[in-house]
């Protein structure tokens, strides 16, 4: 008996006080069966979704690489029910497609925290989710059923290209990006880059030369570079080593390494790494304009200075 009074003391109150039904019910010690049982194949839900169902869809996408696409919408506000017509056409319209999921989370229901939590400010607000990303990109365009199939086949297409565009050329696989800024952390393979395209500064990862061939980890600081120069350097050269406090022997500095064809830039200190265990271009922070490892090495005729050669003994015994 008493159970049953907090049900309907909560299932009263709480839309009053604006908090989540199923909440509220857990804190109370009720027993609540979320609507999703915990598969990983999104596929058996239906379109509309509580917060739970969105949350694992939008974390399994890394996995699955599913695109969602979402209505946040109320059913009492008079633009969100004009919405509903046309958005269950873009649903039918994409029922068939296994990389796209179209859903509708109700803002006065189960979805509520979804609401709150994605940050909708105005209804219905449509939100696009890529694979592996947490923040939806909100849709600003014309509400009607027309435009909303063509922005979801844009986006749909935008993404297998970039897909497509990962082609794995001799001695070079592909950027793989990875998540929080760490090149140690969980892989985002949707973001992948080609080993020709640029790697922007803001995302971290690694290049994959090969098998079991990973080179240079970056975090989100970093000047652009493809993985074409990291994993096929120039036939002489294998990269710029920079070195601190500004000298050629000073203690390494992994992380700012540059690949052979990227420009050296004036203030940094360090040497090239050629083949053969060759090294040259010695550079302090002060005496040396742009240059890039590729030419110095490709210039370099014999064995290099070695990086700290000591004085010359000729010119100790010099009077």
């Not at 696409?69 to 046309?86: E, G």
């Not at 979804?114 to 365009?141: I, M, R, T």
């Not at 497509?164 to 969980?186: K, L, M, S, V």
């Not at 120069?229 to 203690?251: H, K, Y």
Request: charge should be negative; proline fraction near 8%.
């Amino acid at each position: 008996m008493r159970q049953t009074q907090q049900w309907i003391f909560i299932a009263v109150i709480c839309p009053f006080l604006a908090c989540d039904v199923v909440d509220a019910f857990r804190n109370a010690g009720v027993q609540y069966e979320f609507p999703y049982q915990g598969e990983d194949e999104p596929g058996h839900l239906g379109p509309e979704v509580s917060t739970w169902e969105l949350d694992h869809l939008v974390l399994s996408s890394q996995h699955t690489g599913v695109s969602l696409f979402v209505s946040f919408y109320s059913p009492k506000q008079r633009q969100s029910k004009r919405l509903i017509p046309m958005w269950d056409g873009v649903i039918n319209r994409f029922a068939g497609t296994p990389t796209v999921k179209i859903l509708t989370v109700n803002c006065d229901g189960f979805g509520r925290m979804a609401c709150k939590d994605h940050n909708v400010k105005s209804l219905p607000s449509l939100q696009h989710f890529q694979p592996g990303f947490s923040h939806g990109e909100v849709y600003s365009g014309h509400l009607d059923q027309y435009h909303l199939e063509q922005w979801v086949l844009k986006v749909v297409e935008h993404e297998h290209r970039e897909a497509a565009e990962i082609e794995y050329i001799e001695g070079c696989r592909a950027f793989r990006q990875t998540a929080d800024c760490d090149p140690a952390a969980e892989r985002e393979p949707w973001h992948d880059r080609s080993c020709i395209q640029e790697v922007p500064a803001g995302v971290s990862g690694y290049c994959e030369c090969g098998e079991g061939d990973e080179r240079a980890p970056v975090t989100c600081v970093h000047e652009p570079f493809n993985c074409h120069d990291v994993c096929v350097p120039g036939d002489e050269c294998v990269a710029w080593r920079q070195t601190g406090e500004c000298r050629a022997d000073g203690p390494r500095e992994a992380s700012a390494d540059l690949p052979c064809r990227r420009e050296v830039p004036k203030g940094a200190s360090g040497f090239c790494e050629c083949t053969h265990g060759r090294k040259t271009a010695f550079m302090t922070c002060w005496h040396h304009g742009s240059f890039t490892c590729e030419s110095k090495c490709r210039e370099l005729s014999g064995p290099a200075t070695p990086v700290n050669p000591g004085p010359d003994p000729q010119l100790e015994r010099a009077p």
